[in-house]
């Protein structure tokens, strides 16, 4: 860890173009999966169509990337995370807003648990699905998921209720490296393989039976008044490396647009 973040100070010495970091050392200034305002929107309206004053969790939160744009809509949200090194090792404030302590340590109900991030190898689904109402979880398809992948919560009693397709960090991080990080690739090597980004990482809504219909009711709303031009400024990479909200991928086989949310 000591030499990743010596990698991630000399990075930020050469001082390099705003938020550029975030995509390459999600670790130390982001978060492993890519996401916009909309993303927390939803999730927020997801989270309040259960009760109006409702209980979230961010499991495996790290030091709070997307727990901290979350609370400025759920002010009582909080974060678990098992690993304080991040905090301890590099002198970062914990907020009292994280515990720091493994996902087994969840004992209480809770109106949505989000999983942003499974380690590959681990599975902590059981635990969360003990206690969750809903459950919002980001799913790599590039496999970087949970034991081979393994991110969903069908055989744990949920109903999937919807999801939506988003770049992973490491799609946005190849598009970075490709494009200013790269100097042996011309223009034309650039653009050919500019063609074939894509894009891995879906967001599953999944809920138990007697709040489906409140959910999937709430998301529609939170659609229907969606503005995408409300944004974080971190959001201007996702743009310029080819991932606009609802662009269309031709590299895609299937529902192709990004940030679309495609009901079950």
Known sequence: MQGAYKAYQQFLAR?????????????????????????????????????????????????????????????????????????????????????????????????????????????????????????????????QCGINGGCEYDEFGYKRIAWWRTPSWIDVNAELMNRYYTPSLDAAKKEQLAKLRTAHNFWYVYARPDVASRIRSGLKAQLNKEDAGDRYDFESVLDEC???????????????????????
């Open 15 to 143: 001082r390099p173009p705003a938020h550029h970091a975030r995509y390459i050392f999600p670790f130390f200034a982001g978060s492993y999966f890519a996401y916009r305002k909309v993303d927390v929107e939803r999730v927020t309206a997801i989270a309040k169509s259960i009760s109006p004053d409702p209980s979230y969790v961010d499991v495996g939160c790290g030091y709070g990337d997307f727990l901290e744009k979350v609370r400025t809509r759920l002010p009582n949200a909080t974060g678990i995370e098992k690993e304080g090194g991040i905090f301890y090792a590099f002198q970062i404030p914990k907020p009292d807003y994280i515990q720091l302590v493994p996902v087994e340590g969840l004992s209480q109900p809770v109106d949505l648990a989000f999983v942003g991030w499974m380690e590959p190898g681990q599975d902590f689904r059981r635990p969360v699905a003990r206690w969750a109402k809903c459950v919002v979880t980001t799913f790599d398809a590039g496999g």
């Open 242 to 264: 080819g991932f606009h909200y609802k662009e269309e991928l031709p590299a895609l086989a299937g529902n192709r647009k990004l940030w679309e949310v495609i009901f079950d």
